[in-house]
């Protein structure tokens, strides 16, 4: 059994849609809603595979969140009770404009029952004041999850950021620095480009160069090829490409006219 529901504003506009399916027999190909969604299910549980490689499980105690645009796909394991609301991005951004949530499962027993009892309410078409409802619920929301993870982002951003300084002459990825933080490597280039405004892979670069340059201007006993091995490059084009993207001039050139004498 499937139930599919508009729920409207005031002035007769929709805002969000809500569905009711009583067993998940389908397993879902990977695809996006433009819209914000939240779900729950009543028994049993629904694997969620978020952003290519972030799998999740969704149980009978946690809210699924789906931000509008994310990329996932879903496989059932004995699933039931399955809700699911989808609310209009421009209806959530009247609430709280810049709006993400990086955590996908909220294990909030609170929560998940404050919401399971707004879904009985759309499903005996009990709607009167669903929206004022809704307002409160998603307020909370925004307060507890969206609001909460600015912290804890600008906190992963600086944990980064000392990381890559102390691995700048070493050969050091993406997926080491993911793997050392224990973050899905697509959110935390997100966070840190949307902190920084640069990819953590640019940052690397940018950290190496300037490494680089502090070789260049207090060394004198050493190599181009040294410094660039130094710094973690071991491609000396790619060394001399980016020194020159960075300071408008190649390496060599910058040793000559830059360097100060060893104390």
């Known amino acids: 059994m499937q139930t599919i529901q508009y729920l409207y504003t005031k002035d007769k506009k929709v805002f969000g849609e809500f569905k009711y399916t009583s067993k998940v027999f389908t397993d879902y190909t990977k695809h ?21 490689q972030k799998r999740v499980t ?21 699933a039931t009770g399955y809700y699911v609301l989808f609310l209009n991005k421009k209806w959530c951004q ?10 996908n499962i909220l294990n909030n027993q609170k929560l998940y029952d404050s919401l399971k009892e707004i879904f009985y309410k759309i499903l005996q078409t009990d709607i009167d004041a669903i929206e004022i409802d809704l307002h ?3 307020q909370e929301l925004f307060l507890l999850y969206a609001r909460a993870n600015v912290k804890k982002e600008k906190d992963l951003v600086v944990q980064i950021k000392k990381l890559i300084t102390t691995k700048c002459n070493v050969s050091f990825s993406v997926e080491d620095i993911a793997k050392h933080v224990g973050y899905d490597k697509s959110y935390l280039i997100r966070v840190f480009k949307k902190e920084v405004g640069l990819t953590p892979q640019q940052y690397i670069l940018n950290e190496k160069v300037n490494c680089a ?7 004198t006993s050493t190599t181009l090829s040294n410094i660039s091995v130094n710094a973690g490059f071991f491609d000396q084009s790619h060394f001399n490409r980016n020194f020159k993207g960075l300071f408008g001039t190649t390496p060599k050139k ?4 830059n360097i100060v004498q060893d104390s």
């Open 136 to 138: 409160i619920y998603m």
């Open 94 to 103: 009247a609430l709280q404009k810049d709006f993400y949530f990086y955590e």
């Open 254 to 257: 910058y040793k000559k006219v």
């Open 58 to 78: 969704l149980d009978n105690h946690s809210i699924a969140i789906f931000n509008p645009h994310q990329i996932h796909r879903s496989h059932a394991i004995g």
């Open 32 to 52: 996006f809603h433009t819209h914000f969604g939240l779900a729950l299910i009543e028994e049993g549980s629904l694997e969620i595979t978020y952003d290519i």
């Open 213 to 219: 340059k502090d070789l260049l201007t207090y060394t």
